[in-house]
C-alpha cells in the first residue's frame, strides 16, 4: 500500500455546497496529481503540481481548484458543488528524481452531489 | 484524443486460464506502464516497460511491448479469483515540456472461480 491518504473516502452533498477534498502523503514526492474518473471509464487528468506553489491545469477542464503550501498536502476544492461534479477523485503522487514516473494513488473520493 | 487504448474492454475467464489485454497508443513513448484497480479503489502499479525493452516479466505478469506496431500486452498466467480487476495501461511520453502519463480506458477481468 503506497502512503497516499484522501479523505472522505465517501462524501454525498447538496448543490451548491463548497467542499474540500484533502490528499496527503508521506513519501516526500514532489509531484502530486487529481484525477477525476467516471465508473468504469478511462482517468482524466485535471490538476498537477511539480512541487509547493506550483499547480497546473491538466487536460480535462474542471471547475475545482487545487492548492499546494506544502508538499505532503494538495487539496482540491469546488466552491459550488453541481450534479456534474458526481464522480469518483483520485490523488496521486511521483518522484520526479525517478526516472520513469511511476504514480502511487491514494484511495480515491466517492463523490455525490445531489 | 486518449493516447492508450484498451482491447478488450471486458473479459471473462475462468480461474486458472490465462487473461491477455491489449493496449495501443499514438505517439512515441519512453515508456508504458501497467495499472490495476479494484473495484472503488485507486490505482496500484504492476510493472513498467521502457521503450528499449520488447518484454518483462514479474512473478504471473508477463508485459511485451511493439514500438513499431505501438502497442503492448498483459499476459496475466494462471488466473485467480483475486486477479478480478480493471487494468489500465498508461504511457509516458518520449519528449515535451510538460510530460505527463495518460491513461487508457481500462479492461474489465473477471475471473470466475
Known amino acids: 500500500e503506497a502512503d497516499i491518504y484522501q479523505t472522505p473516502r465517501y462524501l454525498v452533498i447538496g448543490t451548491g455546497k463548497k467542499i474540500t477534498l484533502e490528499c496527503s502523503q508521506t513519501?516526500?514526492?514532489?509531484?502530486m496529481y487529481w484525477y477525476q474518473q467516471d465508473p468504469g471509464m478511462e482517468l482524466h487528468l485535471i490538476h498537477y503540481?511539480?512541487?509547493?506553489?506550483?499547480?497546473e491545469k491538466g487536460d480535462l477542464s474542471s471547475e475545482s481548484t487545487v492548492s499546494r503550501i506544502r508538499t505532503e498536502h494538495f487539496p482540491l476544492t469546488l466552491e459550488s458543488a453541481r450534479p456534474s461534479h458526481t464522480s469518483q477523485y483520485l490523488c496521486?503522487?511521483?518522484?520526479?528524481?525517478?526516472?520513469?514516473?511511476?504514480?502511487?494513488f491514494g484511495p480515491g473520493t466517492r463523490l455525490t452531489v445531489l | 484524443s486518449q493516447q492508450g487504448e484498451e482491447d478488450p474492454q471486458a473479459l471473462s475467464i475462468q480461474e486458472g486460464e490465462n487473461a491477455t489485454m491489449n493496449c495501443s497508443y499514438k505517439?512515441?513513448?519512453?515508456?508504458l506502464q501497467w495499472y490495476r484497480q479494484n473495484s472503488g479503489r485507486g490505482l496500484v502499479h504492476l510493472i513498467l516497460?521502457?521503450?528499449?525493452?520488447r518484454e518483462k516479466h514479474s512473478g504471473r505478469l508477463r508485459v511485451t511491448l511493439d514500438t513499431s506496431k505501438k502497442s503492448s500486452s498483459l499476459l496475466i498466467t494462471a488466473s485467480r479469483a483475486a486477479d478480478t480487476a480493471s487494468y489500465f495501461c498508461?504511457?509516458?511520453?518520449?519528449?515535451?515540456?510538460?510530460?505527463?502519463?495518460?491513461f487508457g480506458s481500462g479492461t474489465q477481468l473477471t475471473v470466475l472461480p
Open positions: 496521486a503522487s511521483s518522484d520526479p528524481r525517478g526516472p520513469y514516473n511511476e504514480q502511487f
Open positions: 513519501m516526500g514526492h514532489d509531484k
Open positions: 503540481s511539480y512541487g509547493v506553489n506550483s499547480t
Open positions: 505517439t512515441s513513448i519512453n515508456n
Open positions: 516497460i521502457r521503450s528499449n525493452e
Open positions: 498508461a504511457t509516458f511520453p518520449f519528449s515535451g515540456s510538460a510530460r505527463q502519463l495518460t
